[in-house]
């Protein structure tokens, strides 16, 4: 169970990263009337940053998943 919690905080964690960072690019683009020509930026926020954010919260809900889900913790044996 710990192994499955784990997994799915991660792809949630991914989701939410990757979705959080195209977000930000979208409202600043719009808010500030950024006008990106090429797509470079965009390109960035989607292959680069994205991922990176989104990794990077994977891996810390899916550490907090393991802790949570330990069964040392709830003291089941």
Do not use: H, K, N, Q
Request: contains cysteine; hydrophobic residues 60%; proline residues 3%.
């Amino acid at each position: 169970m710990r192994i499955i919690a784990s997994c799915v905080a991660f792809a949630a964690g991914l989701i939410v990263g990757e979705a959080g960072a195209l977000a930000v690019y979208i409202a600043r683009t719009e808010l500030f009337g950024i006008f990106d020509r090429e797509g470079a930026e965009g390109m960035m926020m989607a292959f680069f940053v994205g991922p990176a954010a989104g990794a990077l919260i994977g891996l810390l809900l899916a550490a907090l998943a393991w802790r949570l889900f330990d069964p040392a913790r709830s003291g089941a044996r």
